[in-house]
């Protein structure tokens, strides 16, 4: 069974920083922590950031210089460090993790999510 949990949201003001983290357990064949995804009131989850097989990362055009992703593959974690947050940022931060018991079959897997609230 694999766990995902997210940590480091909060409340911030606009400008403001925050660092969410993302650390996956489980004793299965293989773990990759991804991805961030956004979901906001009412709203489709929407990817913000991920690192591709390449390694290099991914960054969505709407937080591109404010925020950067990196892993921790040591550890299976994930992070994602925010910068001069806005209020649209607001919403509810998944992480993203390809997991598989085998080898064979794998899978999409979520965290909870961590609330992240940018007031104007």
């Known amino acids: 069974q694999v766990q995902l949990v997210e940590s480091g949201g909060g409340l911030v003001q606009t400008g403001g920083s925050l660092n969410l983290s993302c650390t996956i357990s489980g004793d299965i064949f293989s773990i990759t922590p991804r991805a961030w995804y956004r979901q906001a009131p009412g709203n489709q989850r929407v990817l913000v950031a991920s690192i591709l097989s390449s390694g290099s990362p991914n960054i969505v055009d709407s937080v591109k210089g404010r925020f950067t992703i990196s892993r921790d593959n040591a550890k299976n974690a994930l992070f994602l460090q925010m910068n001069s947050l806005k209020p649209e940022d607001t919403g509810v931060y998944y992480c993203?993790?390809?997991?598989?018991?085998?080898?064979?079959?794998?899978?999409?897997?979520w965290g909870q999510g961590t609330q992240v609230t940018v007031s104007s």
């Open positions: 993203n993790a390809l997991t598989s018991a085998d080898g064979s079959h794998y899978y999409d897997t």
